[in-house]
């Protein structure tokens, strides 16, 4: 309910909290879910003390309750642990403080984080944090590391020791950050962005050694990993073990499946490199030697050829067949036109035989009617009728003077002719 006031009617600040102490006692008990970041348990007291954040928002509440509620749930609640926690919110009117009366305090189990990050994993994939596109390539050689990582931590050693002993000369930017508890997420967020500043940070490693599903939430948690998705460097992820896969993995550019393995992955051994390029010059020199003598060999073969060494040969082995096909055409050719010329004598002489002018010229002569048409029967011809007769030297004309009268009978009987 709205309390008018004004500047010449104030109220009281007591008469305000109360008025606050009012309106929360109407909202009722709910069920908060936050990590514990501070826990009191004074021995002999009745009440125990809590202090409730939400590190998406990094907003702290207190919390009180009896000891028989806390003890329900003392073997599995410590700090840093996450928890949902049934309580009325209650307003303390003296001190202007609000606070909640725990009346139930449930751990969240690891089955139910677990199910929580397959979740947020869906959603983040969605949107394309993960796709293998945005990965960037490591630099061959980095000349400047950073490194975020627990203050004194083995993972610290281990990663600078590693890469110091493969490569000496490589130089790191370290970042001590916690790496679980409430002030993991928001340092370690801060410390890859104030590495990703830096021009001369070539890659950047975030390294933590093993340890619980809830000693690692914070390398999974939404706001870790959208910053690491917004970085311009490469990031590489070491977190835990192999098995370990926080969703920092995922955004990664690399992932190392131990902080040793980072230093493995990131920085190349000298020695390794040192051997590669021996050998490297090896099969150079060896294939460079054989493709010389391979050269060198058909060179020589080049070179022992007939056609290189006479180059002569070649033509008059060509001037040799061109002469005998030459020859050989002449040959051919004069028999076919000797072949030719036979044929033609028989032919003529066999015009000539069958030629009715060999026939007159033996005494024979023919006889043709003004048309033109032989005279072969007697039948064919009448008195007075005239006739040309043909013979060897010429013609003349005779004229019939009679017709026997078995001209019809077939047999030959000269005629009488007059000239």
Not at 69 to 84: A, N, Q
Not at 233 to 256: M, N
Not at 382 to 407: I, Q
Request: proline share 7%.
């Amino acid at each position: 309910m709205a309390v008018s006031t004004s500047p010449e009617a104030p109220i009281p600040v007591g008469e305000v909290s109360r008025l606050i102490g009012g309106w929360i006692d109407r909202l009722g008990a709910v069920w908060v879910e936050g990590q514990i970041t501070q826990l009191s348990r004074r021995p002999g007291a009745g009440v125990v003390f809590l202090t409730l954040r939400d590190p998406s928002h990094d907003i702290s509440v207190s919390v009180t309750c009896y000891r028989q509620v806390f003890d329900k749930v003392s073997e599995v609640v410590t700090e840093g642990s996450r928890v949902v926690v049934h309580a009325k919110p209650e307003w303390y009117a003296p001190r202007g403080q609000l606070s909640l009366r725990a009346a139930e305090i449930r751990p969240v189990g690891v089955g139910e984080l677990l199910a929580r990050l397959e979740q947020l994993k869906r959603t983040l994939t969605a949107e394309g944090l993960f796709a293998a596109e945005r990965k960037r390539t490591l630099p061959f050689l980095p000349q400047l590391i950073g490194l975020v990582c627990g203050r004194a931590s083995a993972a610290e050693r281990d990663v600078l020791e590693n890469a110091r002993h493969r490569w000496p000369a490589v130089r790191f930017e370290v970042r001590n950050v916690p790496v679980q508890g409430v002030h993991a997420v928001p340092q370690v967020i801060a410390a890859v962005q104030e590495l990703d500043a830096l021009p001369e940070v070539d890659v950047i490693i975030v390294a933590r050694g093993g340890g619980s599903v809830e000693d690692l939430l914070p390398f999974s948690d939404e706001q870790l990993v959208r910053a690491v998705s917004e970085v311009r460097t490469p990031v590489v992820s070491a977190i835990g073990h192999e098995p370990d896969s926080p969703l920092l993995d995922l955004v990664a550019d690399l992932r190392a499946s131990t902080p040793t393995d980072a230093a493995k992955k990131v920085v190349p051994d000298v020695g390794e490199e040192l051997a590669r390029v021996q050998q490297m010059r090896e099969r150079a020199r060896r294939a460079l030697g054989g493709f010389l003598d391979r050269e060198e060999r058909g060179l020589a073969a080049a070179l022992h050829r007939p056609s290189i060494q006479h180059p002569h040969r070649m033509v008059q082995e060509r001037e040799e067949q061109v002469t005998a096909l030459l020859e050989r055409g002449r040959r051919t050719l004069g028999h076919l036109l000797d072949r030719a010329d036979s044929e033609l004598v028989h032919t003529l002489a066999r015009v000539v035989a069958l030629s009715p002018k060999a026939t007159l010229e033996r005494g024979y002569a023919v006889l043709q009617k003004p048309d033109g048409a032989a005279v072969r029967a007697p039948s064919e011809v009448a008195v007075d009728e005239e006739l040309r007769a043909r013979v060897a030297e010429g013609e003349f004309r005779v004229r019939v003077a009679a017709v026997p009268d078995d001209a019809d009978s077939g047999r030959p009987m000269p005629p009488r002719a007059d000239s």
